[in-house]
C-alpha cells in the first residue's frame, strides 16, 4: 500500500509547488519553490512553448493554478479576466468584469487575479471587485471600491487582492478606511480600517503572523500601517512620506519590515517589537525601486534602484553588497531555484543571473520577441516574470508568452 501511495504524494507536491496563484506567489515574497530548472540558457535562450496573441491590453500579471492562467486584459471598451490553458496557450473562457480604464501610459487593468479554493477574484482598473468561478469565470460576486468611499487613482486601481482565511481583502482608500474585508464566498462587508484612512495607492499588501495576531501589511503615499485582519483595528502605523506612487509589495520577516519607492524617495526598514511599537532601523536611497519589485533571499534583498542599478543589500543593515547597471537596465525581477530572472522594461530583455550576494553572475539572456504593436508609446514591458511548473511566462501587452525553463 504504501508502495503505491508514494508517487501520488509526491504527485501532489510537486503540482502544489508548481502553482502561483497571486500577485508574487502564495506568500507574496516572488520566491518560488520550483527546483529542476535550468541554471544557464542556451544562446538563444530557452525553448518557446508557445505564444498566445489575444490576452487583451494592458499590464495585468497572472495567477497559475492547476493547469490554467488567469490573467486580465482589455479588449474594445471593457476589461476581462481571462483562463487560459496553460499547456496549450489556448483561451478557456473570459468574463467581463467592468468598463475600460484608460491612461496615458497605457489603457487597461494592472492587477493580477487571486485563485482560491475554485474561485478567482479579481480587481478591474476602476476598482470593481469581483469573485468568478474559476472552472467558466461565472460572477459570484462583485463590489466597488468606490462604494467604500475610494477614488480611483491616477493609473488605475492596480492592486491584487489578497485571500487570507475566509476574508479576502482589498485597498478602497479614503475617509471609510484603507483597507476592506469581505466574506470570500458571499461578498458581505466584514470590516473597513476605520482608524487608518489613507488614500490607495497602487501596492499589494501582504499578511504575516506576529505578535499573536493576523497582520495584513500595507503601504500607502503617507503611511505603512499594520492592520489586525480579524476586525480591521490598526496595530501599528509609521509614517513613510512617498512621491507621485508609492508601487512594491512591502516585505516581513521575523518582526522586520520592509518597503521601497521611486521617484527619488528610496526604501525604509522598521522593526515591530512588542505590543507593536516600531523602530525604525534604516532609511536610506540604496534602493529607490520603481515597480519592478524587491525580492528577500537568505537574508539579502535584490531588486533595480533607479540611482544605482541592480543593487543586492543586506535586509537588517541596509548594507549595499554590491551594484550593476550596465548589464542590464531598469526592470522586474523574480526568483527560482537559486536564480533570478530579469525583464528590462524598454526593450523586452530578459536575463538569468545567479542570486548570489557576491556580485552579478549571467547565465544567459534573450529578447522578446515578438513585440506588440499596441502598447502605448509611453508604456514598456511592465508585466512581472513568472515561472510555474518548469515554464516562464512572460507578458507584452496582448502577447502572452510561456517558455521551457525546466531542466528535463
Not at 44 to 51: E, L, M, R, S, T
Not at 107 to 112: E, L, V
Not at 324 to 332: F, P, T
Amino acid at each position: 500500500m504504501k508502495i503505491h501511495l508514494l508517487p501520488l504524494l509526491l504527485l501532489a507536491a510537486s503540482t502544489q509547488a508548481a502553482d502561483w496563484p497571486t500577485f508574487r506567489g502564495a506568500d507574496r515574497s516572488d520566491v518560488s519553490t520550483e527546483t529542476g530548472l535550468l541554471k544557464k540558457w542556451p544562446s538563444a535562450g530557452p525553448k518557446q512553448v508557445w505564444i498566445n496573441k489575444d490576452a487583451g491590453l494592458g499590464y495585468s500579471g497572472y495567477a497559475i493554478v492547476d493547469g490554467t492562467i488567469y490573467t486580465m486584459g482589455a479588449r474594445d471598451a471593457a476589461e476581462y479576466v481571462i483562463a487560459i490553458d496553460a499547456t496549450t496557450g489556448k483561451e478557456k473562457w473570459s468574463a467581463e468584469i467592468g468598463s475600460l480604464l484608460t491612461n496615458g501610459w497605457g489603457d487597461g487593468p494592472r492587477a493580477t487575479p487571486t485563485v482560491d479554493a475554485g474561485k478567482v477574484y479579481a480587481m478591474s482598473g476602476k476598482g470593481n471587485l469581483v469573485c468568478l468561478n474559476a472552472a467558466d469565470g461565472k460572477e459570484v460576486w462583485k463590489t466597488s471600491m468606490t462604494d467604500l468611499g475610494g477614488k480611483v487613482p491616477g493609473w488605475g486601481y492596480c492592486e491584487s487582492p489578497l485571500v487570507d482565511g475566509a476574508l479576502v481583502i482589498a485597498t478602497p482608500g479614503g475617509a471609510k478606511g484603507t483597507l476592506a474585508a469581505f466574506d470570500k464566498t458571499t461578498g458581505k462587508p466584514a470590516w473597513q480600517s476605520a482608524e487608518w484612512s489613507d488614500p490607495a495607492q497602487y501596492s499589494s499588501m501582504i499578511a504575516a503572523t506576529h505578535n499573536g495576531a493576523r497582520q495584513l501589511i500595507q503601504l500607502t503615499m503617507q503611511s505603512i500601517a499594520g492592520v489586525n485582519a480579524a476586525d480591521g483595528k490598526l496595530l501599528w502605523k509609521t509614517e513613510f512620506p512617498g512621491k507621485t506612487a508609492v508601487i512594491p509589495t512591502p516585505i516581513f520577516k521575523d518582526g522586520q519590515v520592509f518597503v521601497a519607492a521611486g521617484y527619488g524617495v528610496g526604501c525604509k526598514s522598521v522593526k515591530i517589537g512588542s505590543g507593536n511599537a516600531v523602530e525604525e532601523l534604516y532609511a536610506s536611497t540604496d534602493m529607490v525601486n520603481h515597480h519592478g519589485g524587491v525580492i528577500l533571499v537568505d537574508g539579502y534583498l535584490y531588486g533595480y534602484n533607479d540611482k544605482a542599478g541592480w543593487t543586492c543589500m543586506d535586509f537588517k543593515t541596509g548594507t549595499v553588497k554590491w551594484t550593476e547597471k550596465k548589464a542590464l537596465g531598469k526592470g522586474a525581477i523574480h526568483y527560482a531555484d537559486g536564480c533570478f530572472y530579469l525583464l528590462e522594461e524598454k526593450t523586452g530583455t530578459v536575463v538569468l543571473i545567479k542570486a548570489s550576494s557576491k556580485g552579478w553572475d549571467e547565465q544567459g539572456r534573450f529578447t522578446l520577441s515578438p513585440q506588440t504593436t499596441q502598447r502605448n508609446p509611453k508604456g514598456m514591458v511592465w508585466t512581472h516574470p513568472v515561472v510555474s511548473g518548469g515554464k516562464l511566462y512572460l507578458r507584452d501587452q496582448e502577447l502572452l508568452f510561456c517558455y521551457d525553463v525546466s531542466g528535463r
